[in-house]
């Protein structure tokens, strides 16, 4: 099956495998990579220093470049040392992924 057909699951499953199971396989973990997905999507197109989530302002810890390096790497099921960086947004947000 070609990938434009795959879940958004599915390519998220594909991602924790070339991760190392740095990111974890459950539907939580899942869901919580969709909302710092979201996140980084709104930072790749901002030049804001700061950012909200669930009515809290946060200060970026990563660059407009960086966020669109990680959201191409999500979109191609890659993991690269670039995509480790989703781990500053997570972890600043407090989501497990």
Known sequence: MK???WSDYAKYLILSDRSNNKIGTTFESFLNFKK???V?????????????????LYKRKITTMEAKKI????NDCRWTNNSEKIFLVSNQLGLII
């Open 40 to 56: 980084i999507n709104n930072i790749a197109f901002t030049d804001k220093s700061s950012f909200g989530f669930d009515g809290e």
């Open 3 to 5: 990938k434009e057909k």
């Open 36 to 38: 710092v997905k979201e």
């Open 71 to 74: 959201i191409d790497n999500i």
